[in-house]
C-alpha cells in the first residue's frame, strides 16, 4: 500500500483525513473520524497502562497547549527551533532543505548550517522543484506557533512545540506533592504544534500532532541499574557508524557499548511494547542511533524508534529514547529564577532526565500500514483483538422479529462492558468484509437456531473469529465471557 492507497483507504472507512476537507483540506491538519478516534485511543490506552501505570512512580498529568514567552526563551525554543529554509528565487516557493535536497539523492545531517546547505546546494546544481528557478540562500526557519494573549494583544505566547515543556514546567510543583521521591516519572498525552514547512507523507509530518511522552526525573549517580532478569534479551540497533542492524542483547548494550544499564532497560522495554504488545514483526522494528552531528545539541543520547512503514518507503521514525542530561531543569531554572535542585537523602541533587516520546499519529498510520492485508479478494485489518476499533459485531441473520430481538438484547448487554457495533445491511458475507477491513475480531450471528426452542442450538450465537474465519456455537449468555477472554 502506498500513501494514496492508505488515505483513500483511511477516509473510505473512516479512519482520517485531512480537515476542513469540505474546503480542499489543509495541508499538515488531520482530522480522525470515528474508527480512527477509537484506533488512537486504544494506543494511547495501551501506551498509558504500559509505561506509566505499571511503576507506582510514574504519573500521568496534563499541562497547558498555549505557553507564555518566556519558559520558551530559557528552554532554547525561540532560538534554536529552527529548520532550514530555502526559497525560490522566481516563483517564490519555499523548501526544507532535507526535503528538497533528497529529491536529488543528497542526505543531510540536522545540525548542518544554512552555509553548509547552501555549499551543498550549489555543488549539485540543485534548482527549484516546481519551476527550476535559482534557489536563494538558505536561513532558519522557527518552527514555533505564536499567538497573542490578552484584550489588547500585548502578550505573546506559543502553542507548545512539544509536551514534554509542560513537564519540566510542573516538576517542582509534582515533586513536591509526590513527597520528594526519585526517580520520578510524569507522562503527557496531548498536543504539539509546529509550523512545519513541508508537512507531508500524510499523518508523518504534521503541523498539529499528538505526542505520548514520559519524562523520567532520577539521580545521575543511579544511571546504571542492574540488568538482572533482561541481560540476554536482545533488540535491533542500527549503531550511528554501522552499516547494518544488529541484534544486541541487553548485556552486550552495557558491555560492548557502554549504555547505562537505566538507558538498556527502557530499550528492552520500547522493543517489547512494540514486539509484545503491539505485536509488530520483530524485524521490522529497530533503534537508530544519532550521533553528536544529528542528535538535538542537548542530548546525550539519542535513539530514534523506528518501524517499517511500506507506505513511507521503509524503516521511519515513530518516537525516541532520549537522555537529556540536566538541560531542562537547569534551563528553567536560570530562566525562572528558581532553582529546581531537590533535596533527596541529604544531598542536592539537579535530576537528568530521560525521555520517552511517541509519536502517536505515526503510530495510528503503521499499526494501519502493517496490519492491513490482502488475502485474496478479502482485505483485512489484522490488528490484535485488543487493539481493534470494534471488540465486536452482532448481526441479526434474517429479517425476523424474534431475531431483531435477540441481536438488540445481546448488542445492548455487551456494549455496557465493551465497543461493539451492529449492522443488519447486505449479505451476511458482505457484513463479514466489512467488518474484517476495520478490523473487527469478532462476529456474532442471530439467527433462527438462536431463537427456536425445538432446535438442538437454542440459546446459542454463531461467533466468527476475522482471523481464521472458523466459527462456532457459544451460548448467548455466555458471550461476554468468550469475548473478555479473548481481548485480554
Same mark, same amino acid.
Given at each position: 500500500?502506498?500513501?494514496?492507497?492508505?488515505?483513500?483507504?483511511?477516509?473510505?472507512?473512516?479512519?482520517?483525513?485531512?480537515?476542513a476537507?469540505?474546503?480542499?483540506?489543509?495541508?499538515?491538519?488531520?482530522?480522525?473520524?470515528?474508527?480512527?478516534?477509537?484506533?488512537? !485511543? !486504544?494506543?494511547?490506552?495501551?501506551?498509558?497502562?504500559?509505561f506509566?501505570?505499571?511503576?507506582?512512580?510514574?504519573?500521568?498529568?496534563?499541562?497547558?497547549?498555549?505557553?507564555?514567552? *518566556?519558559?520558551?526563551?530559557?528552554?532554547?525554543?525561540?532560538?534554536?527551533?529552527?529548520?532550514?529554509?530555502?526559497?525560490?528565487?522566481?516563483?517564490?516557493?519555499?523548501?526544507?532543505?532535507?526535503?528538497?535536497?533528497?529529491?536529488?539523492?543528497?542526505?543531510?545531517?540536522?545540525?548542518?548550517?544554512?552555509?553548509?546547505?547552501?555549499?551543498?546546494?550549489?555543488?549539485?546544481?540543485?534548482? /527549484?522543484?516546481?519551476?527550476?528557478?535559482?534557489?536563494?540562500?538558505? *536561513?532558519?526557519?522557527?518552527?514555533?506557533?505564536?499567538?497573542?494573549?490578552?484584550?489588547?494583544?500585548?502578550?505573546?505566547?506559543?502553542?507548545?512545540?512539544?509536551?514534554?515543556?509542560?513537564?519540566?514546567?510542573?516538576?517542582?510543583?509534582?515533586?513536591?506533592?509526590?513527597?520528594?521521591?526519585?526517580?520520578?516519572?510524569?507522562?503527557?498525552?496531548?498536543?504539539?504544534?509546529?509550523?512545519?514547512?513541508?508537512?507531508?507523507?500524510?499523518?508523518?509530518?504534521?503541523?498539529?500532532?499528538?505526542?505520548?511522552?514520559?519524562?523520567?526525573?532520577?539521580?545521575?549517580?543511579?544511571?546504571?541499574?542492574?540488568? *538482572?532478569?533482561?541481560?540476554?534479551?536482545?533488540?535491533?540497533?542500527?549503531?550511528?557508524?554501522?552499516?547494518?542492524?544488529?541484534?544486541?542483547?541487553?548485556?552486550?548494550?552495557?558491555?560492548?557499548?557502554?549504555?547505562?544499564?537505566?538507558?538498556?532497560?527502557?530499550?528492552?522495554?520500547?522493543?517489547?511494547?512494540?514486539?509484545?504488545?503491539?505485536?509488530?514483526?520483530?524485524?521490522?522494528?529497530?533503534?537508530?542511533?544519532?550521533?553528536?552531528?544529528?542528535?538535538?545539541?542537548?542530548?546525550?543520547?539519542?535513539?530514534?524508534?523506528e518501524?517499517?512503514?511500506?507506505?513511507?518507503?521503509?524503516?521511519?521514525?515513530?518516537?525516541?529514547l532520549?537522555?537529556?542530561?540536566?538541560?531542562?531543569?537547569?534551563?528553567h531554572?536560570?530562566?525562572?529564577?528558581?532553582?529546581?535542585?531537590?533535596?533527596?537523602?541529604?544531598?542536592?541533587?539537579?535530576?537528568?532526565?530521560l525521555?520517552?516520546?511517541?509519536?502517536?499519529?505515526?503510530?495510528?498510520?503503521?499499526?494501519?500500514?502493517?496490519?492491513? !492485508?490482502?488475502?485474496?479478494?478479502?482485505?483485512?485489518?489484522?490488528v490484535?483483538?485488543?487493539?481493534?476499533?470494534?471488540?465486536?459485531?452482532?448481526?441479526?441473520?434474517?429479517k425476523?422479529?424474534?431475531?431483531?430481538?435477540?441481536?438488540?438484547?445481546?448488542?445492548?448487554?455487551?456494549?455496557?462492558?465493551m465497543?461493539?457495533?451492529?449492522?443488519?445491511?447486505?449479505?451476511?458475507?458482505?457484513?463479514?468484509?466489512?467488518?474484517?477491513?476495520?478490523?473487527?475480531?469478532? /462476529?456474532?450471528?442471530?439467527?433462527?437456531?438462536?431463537?427456536?426452542? !425445538?432446535?438442538?442450538?437454542?440459546?446459542?450465537?454463531?461467533?466468527?473469529?476475522?482471523?481464521?474465519?472458523?466459527?462456532?456455537?457459544?451460548?448467548a449468555?455466555?458471550?461476554?465471557?468468550?469475548?473478555?477472554?479473548?481481548?485480554?
Open positions: 500500500m502506498d500513501i494514496e492507497d492508505m488515505l483513500s483507504f483511511a477516509k473510505r472507512k473512516g479512519f482520517f483525513w485531512q480537515s476537507d469540505i474546503y480542499g483540506g489543509a495541508s499538515g491538519l488531520y482530522d480522525y473520524g470515528h474508527l480512527g478516534a477509537l484506533l488512537k !485511543r !486504544r494506543f494511547e490506552d495501551l501506551w498509558l497502562s504500559y506509566v501505570n505499571s511503576n507506582e512512580d510514574y504519573h500521568l498529568i496534563e499541562g497547558s497547549d498555549i505557553l507564555p514567552e *518566556k519558559p520558551l526563551v530559557a528552554s532554547g525554543h525561540a532560538e534554536r527551533f529552527n529548520d532550514i529554509l530555502v526559497g525560490c528565487s522566481k516563483c517564490g516557493s519555499f523548501f526544507r532543505a532535507d526535503v528538497l535536497l533528497s529529491h536529488y539523492k543528497i542526505a543531510i545531517d540536522e545540525g548542518k548550517s544554512p552555509e553548509e546547505i547552501d555549499d551543498i546546494i550549489r555543488e549539485s546544481n540543485s534548482v /527549484c522543484l516546481h519551476c527550476k528557478g535559482r534557489l536563494m540562500p538558505s *536561513k532558519p526557519f522557527n518552527l514555533m506557533l505564536s499567538v497573542a494573549l490578552g484584550p489588547e494583544n500585548k502578550d505573546k505566547g506559543y502553542l507548545r512545540p512539544e509536551t514534554a515543556q509542560s513537564v519540566y514546567l510542573n516538576f517542582a510543583q509534582e515533586f513536591n506533592v509526590l513527597r520528594n521521591r526519585l526517580p520520578m516519572g510524569l507522562a503527557i498525552i496531548g498536543k504539539a504544534y509546529r509550523n512545519e514547512i513541508s508537512p507531508r507523507q500524510g499523518l508523518y509530518r504534521l503541523r498539529e500532532l499528538t505526542q505520548a511522552e514520559l519524562q523520567i526525573f532520577f539521580d545521575p549517580q543511579e544511571w546504571n541499574v542492574d540488568l *538482572k532478569g533482561i541481560e540476554d534479551r536482545k533488540v535491533n540497533v542500527m549503531f550511528a557508524k554501522a552499516k547494518e542492524v544488529e541484534s544486541v542483547s541487553a548485556r552486550e548494550l552495557a558491555g560492548r557499548y557502554g549504555l547505562p544499564g537505566f538507558y538498556i532497560s527502557k530499550m528492552v522495554a520500547i522493543k517489547e511494547f512494540y514486539t509484545d504488545v503491539l505485536k509488530i514483526p520483530e524485524a521490522r522494528f529497530r533503534f537508530l542511533e544519532k550521533d553528536e552531528t544529528e542528535r538535538a545539541f542537548y542530548n546525550k543520547l539519542h535513539m530514534d524508534i518501524v517499517d512503514v511500506e507506505s513511507w518507503g521503509g524503516f521511519r521514525e515513530v518516537g525516541g532520549h537522555y537529556r542530561g540536566d538541560y531542562d531543569l537547569t534551563s531554572s536560570n530562566g525562572s529564577g528558581h532553582d529546581l535542585s531537590v533535596n533527596v537523602n541529604g544531598k542536592r541533587v539537579m535530576p537528568n532526565v525521555e520517552l516520546s511517541f509519536g502517536v499519529d505515526r503510530n495510528v498510520w503503521a499499526i494501519i500500514d502493517i496490519f492491513y !492485508r490482502k488475502d485474496g479478494e478479502r482485505s483485512v485489518l489484522q490484535p483483538p485488543y487493539l481493534a476499533p470494534y471488540n465486536a459485531a452482532v448481526f441479526p441473520l434474517q425476523d422479529e424474534r431475531i431483531d430481538e435477540e441481536a438488540d438484547r445481546i448488542f445492548n448487554a455487551l456494549r455496557k462492558r465497543l461493539v457495533v451492529t449492522d443488519r445491511s447486505g449479505s451476511i458475507g458482505r457484513r463479514y468484509a466489512r467488518m474484517d477491513e476495520i478490523g473487527t475480531p469478532y /462476529c456474532i450471528t442471530v439467527d433462527y437456531d438462536t431463537v427456536d426452542e !425445538r432446535s438442538e442450538k437454542h440459546g446459542t450465537v454463531t461467533v466468527r473469529d476475522r482471523d481464521s474465519k472458523a466459527q462456532e456455537r457459544v451460548k449468555d455466555e458471550i461476554e465471557e468468550f469475548l473478555s477472554k479473548r481481548l485480554r
